[in-house]
């Protein structure tokens, strides 16, 4: 059984920064899509960011675009969400997905099995 935890969020002010992470266990295949999603309260969950883990493939909401980077470290199966000149509009809980085939558009939660339980993340001053 797959088991995503994710660790980093916290409070920061406008323009700051914060590196959220991404522990996977339990996944026996070496190649597989990791994303990262937000939800804001009253907001449809939306795609950030997305990894193909063990791969050379990335991709990125055009919000975040210049300011988030996602990258990974595969001998942890863990992702890292760096993100930078944060602003408020940023404010959310933050989850990552993952899913070994992508059959569905990478945004969409449905193309994901299994899902973190989230970190929050506020950008107020």
């Known amino acids: 059984q797959v088991h995503l935890v994710e660790s980093g969020g916290g409070s920061v002010q406008p323009g700051g920064a914060l590196r959220l992470s991404c522990a996977a266990s339990?996944?026996?295949?070496?190649?597989?899509?990791m994303a990262w999603f937000r939800q804001a309260p009253g907001k449809e969950r939306e795609g950030v960011a997305l990894?193909?883990?063990?791969?050379?493939?990335?991709n990125y909401d055009d919000s975040v675009k210049g300011r988030f980077t996602i990258s990974q470290d595969n001998a942890k199966n863990t992702a890292y969400l760096q993100m930078n000149n944060l602003k408020p509009a940023d404010s959310a809980t933050y989850y990552c997905a993952t899913t070994r085939y992508l059959l569905k558009l990478w945004t969409r939660p449905v193309a994901y099995r299994d899902w973190g339980q989230g970190t929050e993340v506020t950008v107020s001053s």
């Open positions: 990894i193909y883990m063990n791969g050379d493939f990335t």
């Open positions: 339990g996944i026996t295949y070496t190649k597989f899509y």
